[in-house]
């Protein structure tokens, strides 16, 4: 079997309808898995890219616990935790509900949709491979962006915690950590032309990234690939961390 198959595999994507999301769903279908789309909305858009290979799946982490009874009903083999948001204020205005908001959808759900979903695959004794989309805000601290800051330096935290308890049982927990990708996510960066402009000089590659830039590298850490890569948060970022 190859490197990179995920034949007879079946992976879970989560906020699969659009951005970086969604081209790792199409990857991870391309490589052979079946996937399973999770969106607050329809992922219809998803599924029919795919075609046979995929389906729709309901799940919105405004309650952090939504994937709780997911992996038990089913046997899931990846995990791909990529559903985020992100709220801007200057931190002497950055008011609670914002807090909230980030820490329930990028840190409090990722957790219990990563607890629920080792649970069901040591009961299975089946491993399983995890893989948490963090940040280039897993290492620094952006600006104006406190509780996304927060939140994925400790999507960091827990990708090694978790690798730590759970390793042993064939489940590999990594992360990625996307640098500057065009998606809905990014769109006020973009059309901010200075913004824009100081963020190209910085990115050695000198170019945005693309959401399949980001899709290659969880296939490979969704794929045999990877086996003994455990706990990494990976940087797909053009250099810009290199700086
Ligand atoms: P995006 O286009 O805004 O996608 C975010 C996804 O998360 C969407 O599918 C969104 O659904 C979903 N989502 C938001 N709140 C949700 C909720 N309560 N329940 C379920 N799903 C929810 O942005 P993206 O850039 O693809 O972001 C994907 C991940 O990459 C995020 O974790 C983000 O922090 C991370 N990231 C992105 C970049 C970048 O440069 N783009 C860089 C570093 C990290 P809706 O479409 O319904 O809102």
């Not at 607890?115 to 104006?144: C, D, E, P, T």
């Not at 996510?185 to 945005?208: C, F, H, K, V, Y």
């Not at 959401?211 to 490979?220: F, G, L, N």
Request: aromatic residues 6%; negative net charge; hydrophobic residues 50%.
């Amino acid at each position: 079997m190859s490197l990179f198959a995920l034949d007879g595999k079946t992976a879970l994507v989560t906020g699969a309808n659009t951005g970086i999301g969604q081209a790792v769903a199409v990857a991870l279908a391309e490589a052979g898995a079946h996937v399973i789309c999770a969106g607050r909305r329809t992922c219809a858009e998803t599924v029919d890219q795919i075609g046979a290979r995929a389906e729709d799946l309901r799940l919105d982490f405004a309650d952090p616990m939504a994937a709780r009874d997911v992996f038990a009903a089913r046997p899931v083999d990846i995990l791909i935790n990529n559903a985020g948001i992100i709220r801007r204020a200057d931190a002497t205005e950055f008011g609670e509900q914002d807090w909230d908001d980030v820490m329930d959808v990028n840190l409090k759900a990722v957790f219990f949709a990563c607890q629920a979903f080792a649970k069901a695959a040591i009961a299975r004794q089946a491993g399983g491979k995890i893989v948490n989309i963090a940040s280039l805000l897993s290492f620094q601290g952006g600006i104006r962006v406190p509780s996304y800051a927060a939140s994925k330096h400790g999507v960091a935290g827990l990708t090694k915690a978790l690798c730590n308890e759970w390793a042993g049982q064939g489940i590999t927990v990594n992360a990625i950590a996307p640098g500057y990708i065009a998606t809905n996510n990014t769109q006020a960066l973009r059309e901010d032309a200075a913004r824009n402009q100081s963020i190209l000089d910085r990115i050695p590659a000198g170019r945005w990234g693309a959401p399949s830039d980001i899709a290659a590298t969880a296939v490979y850490l969704s794929a045999p690939a990877s086996d003994y890569v455990n706990g990494a948060v990976l940087n797909v970022d053009g250099g810009w961390l290199a700086r």
